[in-house]
């Protein structure tokens, strides 16, 4: 592969010289930890200001979006890593190149989503911090179930996903910094193929939420390959605002192919999804009603889960998005799968480990 947007990429986000990512981080902002999460760590509010101030330069390249006019108090998702107009272009091309190199542009609706096979890394500190309970684990997978299912809101997107299995790790150097440690950790603990869906939850520091990784990155980096959450934004984890379990959801629509919606603004192509209506910037807190873009139809999608709204406010995905996801999994993940599997039936990848 030699597209544009690989070196291109390499170049912004230097981390580790490794393929072309999404670093679909969240960040949150210092008034959402003054509220209370705290319960977890006292001493939040100063590290968020901190941990801002930390961030990798290579993180802040989306610019534009860490300015002032994203309104006010609220408590806010924050953005590491939004891909510039360049990058997505990148991305959509590789998925188009894959579909077509495939057998042309058949992925409909009616294409049988599969139920992923998810493998829970929990790494947690040595006095037990982050060691989470298996019932939080199976709510968590539950939620995920539930959100990509239309259950909340929204439609169903025919996505399932199964618990496979749970590993924990106690180790104080990896739960402190896990970005530091990310590929060894991953060395260590990754399972499956690309239809696999490696879940890690840990601690991710006072800003940021959760992380992915691209379809189209899995085969330049396959071990690299998942979704990282923090523990506390699992259900019931006490992120305050951020502790439905819709971090995971956000992070595994990444996974399975989406970008935000506030994609290139109010430009086209936007998120490439139709009917996500276009959006300036993020949201933050549950601004309903809001209108960023009002030269385009539509009310901005701060509902979608690809939003940065609050956990409260998110509830659904679109067709169009759910479309797109099909899409990717058909050109990265369902072909990767068969490839590494015997008969294509066995969707479980752990089972031949
Ligand atoms: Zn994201």
């Known amino acids: ?118 493998a829970v890394h929990i790494v947690h500190a040595e006095d037990g911090t982050g060691d989470l309970a298996d019932s939080t684990v199976k709510d968590q997978i539950a939620v995920l179930g539930k959100a990509f299912g239309g259950g909340f809101s929204g439609v169903d997107t025919g996505f399932g996903f199964r618990l496979a299995e749970i590993d924990r790790t106690a180790n104080d150097a990896w739960f402190q910094d896990f970005q530091a440690h990310e590929s060894e950790i991953k060395a260590e603990l990754r399972q499956g193929g690309a239809a696999t869906l490696n879940l890690y939850i840990t601690n991710m520091g006072e800003g940021i939420l959760g992380q992915a990784t691209f379809p189209q990155d899995y085969e330049d980096d396959p071990q690299n390959d998942g979704v990282v959450v923090d523990y506390r934004t699992v259900p019931g984890g006490g992120r305050e605002g ?30 490439y999804v139709d009917d996500t209506p276009y959006e300036a910037e993020r949201s933050s807190g549950c601004p309903e009603g809001r209108d960023t873009c009002p030269d385009r139809p539509g009310d901005d999608p701060v509902h979608n889960f690809m939003d940065y709204s609050d956990d409260r406010c998110l509830n659904n995905f679109t067709a169009g998005q759910d479309r797109r996801m099909d899409e990717h999994w058909t050109a990265f993940r369902a072909e990767q799968a068969r490839d590494q599997q015997d008969p294509r039936q066995s969707p479980d990848p752990l089972l031949r480990r």
Not at 54 to 64: A, I, K, L, R, S
């Open 1 to 118: 592969m030699d597209y544009g947007g690989k070196s291109l990429n390499n170049a912004t986000s230097g981390k580790s010289g490794t393929a072309l990512r999404l670093w679909g981080a969240l960040l949150i902002g210092a008034g959402v930890m003054a509220g209370g999460a705290a319960a977890a760590s006292p001493a939040a509010a100063d590290a968020v200001v901190q941990h801002r101030a930390d961030c990798p330069p290579e993180v802040g390249h989306g610019g534009g979006h860490g300015g002032g006019h994203e309104g006010g108090e609220q408590p806010r998702r924050d953005s590491h890593g939004h891909l510039t107009a360049e990058e997505a272009a990148a991305y959509e091309r590789e998925l188009r190149d894959a579909l077509r190199d495939q057998q042309g542009p058949q992925t409909q609706d009616s294409q049988q989503e599969p139920t992923v096979a998810v």
């Open 242 to 271: 951020f502790d439905l379990g819709y971090t995971a959801v956000h992070e595994v629509g990444h996974w399975l192919g989406l970008f935000h919606t506030f994609q290139n603004g109010c430009t086209d192509p936007g998120d």
